[in-house]
């Protein structure tokens, strides 16, 4: 089937099977930030977006974003890069497997304007696992990021 989407800011055509997830269809087109993880929508490690919505790749048919806008961390690195900084800064970023996903839905948190309280940050960010790093690095820097971008 023939899908058409908004990757990035830049139209794309590309055939893709009824049942594509849209991790393998974004993969296929170089997004290689997006990995691979659980596969059942439980880790957040493949959070996107579609038409500024977090989503999970993984648990997404590609034929879904038919005719929509999709965003990956490749189409938001300035801000991205913004936000790894509070993250290194804070000490809590360690392999990195987990970041875009976790990058996404922060950046979706702070354009949705949230308060940047312990608690609401952890209600948030509570479908985006990480192995290695403890949570209180990752939420100290989310809430200084979120309070340095005027989200309070």
Not at 19 to 25: A, G, H, I, K
Not at 103 to 129: C, D, F, W
Request: proline content about 2%.
């Amino acid at each position: 089937m023939q899908i058409e989407f908004v990757l990035n800011g830049k139209l794309v055509q590309m055939d893709a099977a009824c049942d594509d997830s849209l991790l393998t269809v974004l993969r296929k087109q170089g997004m290689l930030s997006l990995k691979q993880s659980c596969d059942t929508g439980s880790c957040g490690i493949c959070t996107i977006w579609v038409d500024e919505k977090p989503i999970l790749s993984c648990a997404t048919l590609a034929v879904r974003v038919q005719g929509k806008r999709v965003t990956t961390i490749e189409g938001v690195q300035a801000a991205a890069t913004e936000f790894a900084r509070f993250l290194v800064a804070e000490g809590a970023e360690q392999c990195g497997f987990c970041s875009p996903g976790l990058v996404m839905t922060v950046l979706a948190m702070q354009r949705e304007g949230s308060e940047p309280s312990e608690a609401v940050i952890k209600h948030y960010i509570n479908g985006n696992l990480c192995r290695c790093s403890g949570y209180a690095g990752r939420i100290r820097a989310i809430q200084k990021y979120l309070e340095a971008k005027g989200s309070a």
